[in-house]
């Protein structure tokens, strides 16, 4: 493994740095798809920080004065999941579309209209897991893990 990658798109570098920052903060949706699951989903953003997906407001890491349309990045296992009754900032709620035993993992699907599918990694905790096909959850996006990212290349 190396200490710095460098992610190249048609002979141009688009993101150079440490496996971690490349992985955690991607600058565009071409290095956020190139490097594993990541959960792209159209947003407005209404301030530096603040976004609206799927009508709901949310803070966000913002690398500039971003406005309009944008697209928000979260990677899989920073999506916290929590029961209906749940109540806390930068949520949305739905149905469970499908849970997938991986394992160490458990890789449960949301789709949300307006937004896509939501993909949201759980730790095999070797117990009973609580949530299964089609129960009603809240998702939860830590502001500091939610990002806006650029749509180029």
Do not use: K
């Not at 190249?8 to 290095?31: F, K």
């Not at 296992?77 to 806390?88: D, K, M, Q, T």
């Amino acid at each position: 493994m190396s200490d710095r990658i460098a992610v190249m798109s048609a002979g141009r570098v688009e993101q150079l740095g440490s496996p971690s920052d490349v992985y955690e903060t991607p600058t565009s949706t071409y290095i956020a798809d190139f490097l594993g699951i990541s959960n792209l989903m159209p947003a407005l953003s209404t301030e530096p920080g603040r976004v609206a997906v799927a009508g709901r407001e949310m803070t966000c890491v913002s690398t500039g004065a971003t406005s309009g349309a944008v697209t928000v990045c979260m990677r899989p296992e920073r999506v916290e999941l929590h029961p209906a009754s749940f109540v806390g900032d930068n949520t949305l709620s739905w149905d469970i579309e499908r849970v997938i035993y991986a394992g160490a993992l458990l890789n449960v699907l949301v789709n949300i209209a307006d937004v896509g599918t939501i993909h949201v990694t759980v730790p095999n905790q070797g117990a009973a897991f609580g949530f299964d096909w089609p129960d009603p959850v809240v998702l939860r996006f830590p502001s500091e893990a939610l990002r806006i990212v650029s749509t180029a290349p």
